[in-house]
């Protein structure tokens, strides 16, 4: 079973397939990506929502607050992903990919599983809960590792949960 | 007969910065997304906030049934840290005057 748990010793592991561990390693690369290479606010949908608005509003407040804080955010955003990369960079053994967590790890996990999920969520303009069915085979992958990193991340919240 | 204030001492609680009482407390809200799993937003309110499980359930539920709710009140540079934390873990907040 893919997802993580806790040891009887309390330590946090994760076990995936290599694919499983692939895509998760491309997606935090690909916010890492999205992160770095952003240009104005408000031109992309996922930008906007990963680094909202702190003033609903109030657009100058929400420029200032903007202007000193949002380069710290995309920051600590950027490296999280790539603790989360790293941590998956390990040799498989008989094809599944076992790592263990510690509790920085578990912070950088599930801010960059969120960051993930809210990408893709707004990359398939998800507007509610329900279910929504999708337009092409694309979407469809999508919205398939959309549930399942919704999973992972409901595991890693009960393994820590204690 | 009424002593004169002492302006020294006036001066010090001002520049101290505590007359805020004049002033309308701050609110930070955390709004309701479609993504975020109820699990992580209770947690966060946990770990970030201090709450106990059943009023970090409690507020959660209320971002999910009414679209918001107050997580935390007080002056605004307080606020705007606690917005920059929600934001962190990937929660929507913003702050706002508490009458707005």
Known sequence: MSGFSRSRSGDVTGTFSVDEARIIRDLAGQISGLLTDRVTHGSDPALDRLLPDAYRDNDDNAAEFRRFTEDDLAERKVRNAGVVVLSLDVAPKRKRVSIEVDDPGVQSWLRTLTDIRLTLGSRLNTVDEAPRTPQDENEEIMLSIYDWLGYVQETLIRAIDV | ?100
Do not use: C, I
């Open chain 2, 1 to 100: 007969m009424v002593q004169t204030l002492d302006r020294t001492d006036l001066n010090a609680v001002v520049e101290q910065g505590e007359l805020v009482l004049l002033d309308q407390p701050w609110v930070t809200l955390v709004w309701n997304d479609p993504v975020n799993l109820m699990s992580y937003v209770s947690w966060v309110f946990r770990s970030y906030f201090g709450f106990d499980k059943a009023e970090a359930d409690r507020r959660m539920l209320l971002v999910h049934t009414e679209g918001r709710a107050v997580v935390a009140t007080g002056v605004r540079e307080e606020m705007e840290r606690h917005v920059e934390a929600m934001h962190d873990f990937g929660l929507w907040a913003t702050l706002q005057k508490a009458d707005a």
